[in-house]
């Protein structure tokens, strides 16, 4: 497992989840400095991995390679959130309204859809596949089609929404606005349940589909259970604000099938690692391994595709800085990428961490 993280310093960072006896640790595996603004949102895909940043591009990465594949340049204003859907396709949202729809590979733009009157804050995806939702700053809740690529109904609200997620089995989508949460049915579309973190949520990720967890404004993490409305279990996992939650299944060695991990990334620079068990959610969850980044961490992404042996340095000699002319100008004829911007040079290594 590889956690990657995006920071306001402009970088994204890469760290593999090593065991070693009882403990584990967090091993550096690469920087990359392509972008020019503030990361705010991190993807995964396979063996893809996205990030969109407020200098208004999509960069995307081979995390097999370990090289860049290029850049989308199809929003005109800062990438708010991106998803993938079982790694066939890849949905952006941006500060310029618009959704976006790309087939991997060929990383065509099949859609570009325009409902919002402002900014897009948050997407989320059917487990189907064939529906998506959205949040943006003019007080809607959006349902798309992603099989005609057409909007399907608008829901208005009171306040601007933050955040949207759908749970695990798609029977129910929860709503974030500031420090409450909302978890609708999807059947009825009426309210299941109404819960109130106490503090501005930040970030969210459903545990099991009937749990769900939650962070934000101070050092803690909530566990929240939607069937009774209540609050399984908080505890304090940070000395700053959390800005990302991630849960994934435990494939280490000694993992049981109610086993997961949640990776959480905070302002003081800290990624942490900690098991939990889903038939056991009101015990304090297990610190795995944590890493300080010294940066102010933005979003993260979990990459869980094995990746080749990194090459030891990707320093070119000066041989093979006199063939890139040559390279670039062969590789322009010979494929061309629709809304893809490929880098000078080629394909970039990212800089791996020894």
Known sequence: MEVVVGCYEQMLLGFRLVEGGEEC???????????????KAVASGGHVLASGSTDETIHLY???????????????????CLQFYDSSHMLSGAEDGTMCVWQTGTWECLKSMRGHKGGINSLSVHPSGKLALSVGKD???RTWNLVTGRPAYTTNIKQVADLIHWSPKGDMYAVVTGNKINVYRLETAGLKCSLDAGRRVLTMAYITNSALAVAGEDR???????????????FSAHENRI?????????RSDAGETDLLMVSIS????????ALKTDQLEKTPTLVAQHNTTARLTALAIVTTQSAEPKLSTTKTAQEKRKLPEEKEAEQKTEK????????????KLKIKN
């Open 220 to 234: 803690n993490i909530q566990i929240l259970n939607v069937e009774t409305g209540t609050c399984t279990f908080d």
């Open 267 to 274: 302002s003081d620079g800290y990624i942490k690692v900690w």
């Open 243 to 251: 800005k990302s939650l991630v849960c994934v299944r435990d494939h």
């Open 62 to 80: 081979n995390m097999e390679t370990r090289t860049e594949l290029g850049t989308l340049l199809q929003h005109d204003g800062s990438i708010t």
């Open 337 to 348: 990428r629709k809304n893809v911007k490929e880098k000078k040079g080629g394909k970039k």
């Open 139 to 141: 007080k809607t809740i």
């Open 25 to 39: 640790k967090l091993e550096p595996t690469f920087t990359d400095n392509s972008h020019t603004g503030c990361v």
